[in-house]
């Protein structure tokens, strides 16, 4: 069997969109019994919130939902980037700090937008809920779950 595919979604904070868009996959995946081809992880940017939960009320909003999120926070390591096969970020500084932190072209091949996963909500980045209202952080779930789904969707189809 092929090696598990690898992904990290990555976010300033890694205690609101990441560790929820890691969750969201991660159900998407083991609802279609596919937990064995991927592995699914979130960071951050920053490391002010290493070891924390997610953000009380983005796990609020995404228990209603139907998604717990128990990831705790960590930073992006060096690492992350020869470890994982795929790189999203949730907005362009994100992208900008992570070609930064790449050591090579190879590495920034594997950095991508997550947003461009779901146009039809016609957005340039997934929005920082943080320091917003409710409705911030049920549009990051509404992006999420439809740009989680059409990546899940092309990856499967890449790999008929
Ligand atoms: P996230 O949200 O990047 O989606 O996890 C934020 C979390 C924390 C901060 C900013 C955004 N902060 O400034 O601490």
New binding site residues.
């Given amino acids: 069997m092929n090696s598990p595919t690898k992904i990290l979604f990555v976010?300033?904070?890694?205690?609101?969109?990441?560790?929820l868009a890691d969750t969201i996959m991660c159900k998407l995946i083991a609802d279609k019994y596919l937990s064995e081809k991927y592995e699914i992880d979130s960071a951050?940017i920053?490391d002010?919130?290493e070891g924390e939960k997610a953000?009380y009320r983005m796990r609020c909003h995404a228990d209603f939902r139907g998604y717990e999120i128990t990831h705790l926070s960590r930073p992006v390591e060096k690492s992350d980037f020869d470890k994982f096969d795929l790189i999203f970020g949730?907005d362009d500084q994100n992208i900008r700090d992570l070609e930064s932190l790449a050591q090579n072209d190879e590495q920034k091949n594997k950095i991508h937008r997550m947003v461009d996963y779901c146009k039809e909500f016609n957005r340039s980045s997934i929005p920082?809920?943080?320091?917003g209202g409710d409705s911030g952080f049920e549009l990051v779930i509404d992006m999420l779950e439809v740009a989680c789904a059409n990546l899940l969707e092309e990856l499967e189809a890449r790999n008929l």
């Fill in positions: 976010c300033l904070g890694n205690i609101c969109r990441s560790p951050g920053l002010y919130h953000d949730m920082d809920p943080y320091y």
